[in-house]
Structures are given as structure tokens and as C-alpha cells.
């Protein structure tokens, strides 16, 4: 089985970390020193649920992207929040175990998949849901588009872990699938992407043609 090797990991063997030098002629009592801890933590917690309840809020009719292709003004306070949220979540760890998931898209820039989305009636389906589907201990991604009831378009990625919030991809193979056919395509690229928030419920995500994704945990685990 292939493993990933995480810089974080590598990290803590070359830079153990070292008891904080304290003033010799001014001390804080213990008590205070907690109490400043839990409310630094508390407030920064606070900022994460409130940029996170904001960014749902504005995407939340946007129809996964479709219609802030049209509204400009939209996307800018979309990009916005997203923003805020890296800046807040620029020194945490996103590619991690709670990494690996379905996630279910709820809205995207790419415009491939908006594309496939809002046109896929022309091939006389309807674009279900939009997965990415990561393991992180087996280094593989599955990029996912359904097409209920028996229709899918996958293709499969090698990952590898990069950095604290980076993950690079390569795409390895395609398969568009019916419901007693399938059609393999050939790989077609690489690419990375940031997890610039990542919780037990969301995730959003940079990538590095400069696109959003902002993705749930799926109810369900997809398998091929």
C-alpha cells in the first residue's frame, strides 16, 4: 500500500518545541495565564463559526454555482468570505486524516463541472450530485459526476501530501459508465489544491487555476 508523507509529520522531528522564555522579573499567575488561553481560543472559534455561517449563507441559492456565474457583485462576497476564512485558517492543518471523505459539492467556479451541470439535460440526463471522493492514507481522488439513476463520470487521482494545507494531484484514469457500458478515458493532467477550512461538516477549498469549491460532507460513501 502507498503512504503518504506529510511535511507536518517531518516537521515536528526537525523543529521540537521549546519552553517559552519567561521574564525573570515579571511573572503571570497561572490562573490568568489559562484563562487568556481559553479566551484567545474561544474568540477564535467564534470567528470561524461566523465567517463559516456567512459563506453558507451566500451560497446557499446560488444552484452550486450556476447562477453567480451571471452576478458579479455575488461572487466578489463569495470570494470575500473565503478569503477571510483562509486568512483565519492560515496556520491550521488540513490534510490530515478528517481530510479523507465524500464530499458533496455545494458551489464551485470551475466551470467544467458547471458546464456538465447545466447542460447535461442536452444528453437527456440530470447532473446529481458532485463528488470528490480523497483517502489519504491510500494517496487517491476520485472526482466525481453522477447522473441518476445509473450514470457516472469519474476520474482517478494519485495524491500527495505537500504541505500543511496543499495537496497535489495527478489524474491517472477516466470513466464515463452507464448502466451496463462503460467507456475509459485517458488521464489528462495535474494540478494542486489548499484546504483553506476543513471541520467535521464543510470544507473549502483553492486550487491552482485560481477556482473555489466549497464542499459538504456527503451522507453516504461513494464507491466505484
Not at 467544467?112 to 471522493?133: K, M, P, W, Y
Not at 483553506?196 to 473549502?204: G, H, K, M, P, T
Request: charged share 20%; glycine share 4%; net charge neutral.
Amino acid at each position: 500500500m502507498a503512504t503518504c508523507f506529510t511535511i507536518p509529520a517531518i516537521f515536528n522531528y526537525l523543529t521540537p518545541s521549546k519552553p517559552p522564555k519567561l521574564n525573570p522579573t515579571f511573572s503571570i499567575p497561572r490562573s490568568h495565564k489559562s484563562q487568556s488561553s481559553v479566551i484567545t481560543r474561544s474568540s477564535l472559534t467564534d470567528q470561524f463559526l461566523s465567517a463559516k455561517q456567512r459563506l453558507l449563507d451566500l451560497i446557499s441559492d446560488q444552484d452550486r454555482g450556476l447562477k453567480t456565474q451571471n452576478d458579479p457583485q455575488k461572487l466578489s462576497q463569495i470570494v470575500e468570505a473565503i478569503e477571510a476564512m483562509a486568512v483565519l485558517g492560515s496556520d491550521t492543518v488540513t490534510t490530515g486524516d478528517l481530510l479523507s471523505a465524500t464530499w458533496r459539492l455545494l458551489w464551485t467556479t470551475e466551470k467544467e463541472q458547471l458546464f456538465i451541470i447545466r447542460n447535461a439535460s442536452l444528453f437527456g440526463t440530470q447532473a446529481g450530485d458532485v463528488l470528490q471522493v480523497i483517502d489519504v492514507e491510500k494517496c487517491s481522488l476520485n472526482n466525481v459526476i453522477t447522473f441518476p439513476p445509473d450514470g457516472v463520470f469519474f476520474v482517478r487521482s494519485g495524491i500527495e501530501i505537500a504541505s500543511r494545507q496543499r495537496v497535489n494531484f495527478s489524474f491517472t484514469s477516466a470513466v464515463l459508465r452507464g448502466k451496463d457500458w462503460e467507456l475509459p478515458l485517458p488521464p489528462f493532467g495535474q494540478g494542486w489544491f489548499e484546504s483553506v477550512y476543513l471541520d467535521d461538516e464543510i470544507r473549502v477549498v483553492k486550487d491552482i487555476r485560481g477556482d473555489y469549491l466549497v464542499v459538504d460532507r456527503a451522507p453516504y460513501s461513494w464507491k466505484e
